[in-house]
């Protein structure tokens, strides 16, 4: 996401069985590069929202974020294959609105400023080399 875009948004698609493991989410491009795919792991300037237990990572820190009743029980995840997630992250607002099947799960945002031409990257994180997502779709709005 450019600095000409003001909001951007994903959907992504659960491809695996086991989602305990799959992270979403976006980060500062420029900070990219040192994560080396870690990106879950996060440090304070990422917004995650972790498929297992639909915790948020903000600040550099787990805490409650999704409080629906998971679709299953057990340690696969709180998404089955199939479903979908849309993450849609807003530049002025600097925050991340999560969504899934059921409607909206909830709004993250950062505590902190960055400047006006920075850019951000949407990130998926997996733990396993058999989970995956794909996106179903994306959509950009620019300024006017």
């Known amino acids: 996401m450019e600095s000409d ?6 959907k992504f698609k659960i491809l695996c069985d086991n ?6 989410g976006v980060t500062p491009t420029h900070l990219q590069a040192s ?23 903000l600040n550099g820190r787990w805490s409650s974020f ?12 709180r998404y089955r294959k199939g479903e979908q997630i849309t993450i849609t992250f807003y530049r002025n607002w600097r925050s991340l609105i999560v969504e899934d099947l059921e409607g909206m799960v909830g709004r ?8 006006p031409d920075c850019s951000f990257n949407f990130f998926v994180d997996t733990c396993l ?16």
């Not at 875009?5 to 994903?10: L, T």
């Not at 989602?19 to 979403?24: A, E, L, Q, S, W």
């Not at 999704?66 to 995840?77: A, Q, S």
């Open 19 to 24: 989602t305990n493991g799959v992270y979403v």
């Open 66 to 77: 999704n409080t629906k009743p998971p679709g299953r029980k057990g340690g696969k995840g």
């Open 108 to 115: 993250m945002a950062f505590d902190m400023s960055f400047p």
């Open 129 to 144: 080399s058999s989970q995956s997502v794909s996106i179903v779709s994306s959509r950009w709005i620019r300024k006017s």
């Open 5 to 10: 875009c003001v909001a951007a948004q994903i």
């Open 35 to 57: 994560y080396k795919g870690y990106a879950a792991c996060g440090r304070a300037d990422t917004l995650v929202y972790r498929c297992r237990d639909g915790d948020k990572r």
